[in-house]
């Protein structure tokens, strides 16, 4: 019942996210300080959550190696989204949910397997701090550059129920699978994420939230260590 119920409210802010991007008011500058507190929870998830833990149980090199895989694999699928398929329209923030958002889930499904309710939350908790601003601001991009709403919200449910189907697989296929593969998934995850954060997220958090950005990606660092703290 749990994991329903925590895979159900983190898969849910992406929709809610993109309700709001598409039918709310969302200012410009709301959208970029939003976006910054999710960069600023996203840092520090990376370094304590994936990072970290990988160095122990997977060793030096095998973190490096799976960080730049996903930070490569990232980086050229945004490239093809941006430059060759001619895409402004939220696409680099879909690709950044869905990119770093399936090994999150992934390992999300794993915490659920432990019981370990705080773990659970620390975890949850960074997800959908990340989650709700990013589909916001990339279903309002998609709206500008004329994608219909039924469209917008069919990509961006169809995001949700990937990720949620990558976290129930974390949960049930990898129930025995060791530490260390546990650990290169979330490098590969981190990759992406560090990728996205350089390439999506902070760039359109500065151009909308100005120098106020980084007040706020702070701010979502501060609120991402009381999660992990709770989590230790």
Known sequence: MMIFLVI???SAALI???LWGTY?????WLQGNLLAIAGGALMLAVVLQMLQPAVTHSGLLATIG???L???VFTSIDYLIDEKLQSSGGGGLLAAVTLDGVPENLALGVSLI???VMQVAALAGSILLSNLPEAAGGAKQMKESGSSNKKILLI???AAVL???AAIAGNILLRDVSKSTISLIDCFAAGAVIASLATEVFPDAFKKGNHWAGISTAIGLILALGLDQLGG
Do not use: M, Q
């Open 8 to 10: 159900t409210i983190v």
């Open 16 to 18: 809610i996210g993109a």
């Open 24 to 28: 709310g008011k969302l200012p410009n």
């Open 66 to 68: 799976f960080t730049l």
């Open 70 to 72: 996903g930070a490569g």
């Open 114 to 116: 432990s019981g370990n």
């Open 156 to 158: 961006w449910t169809g």
């Open 163 to 165: 990720l949620s189907v």
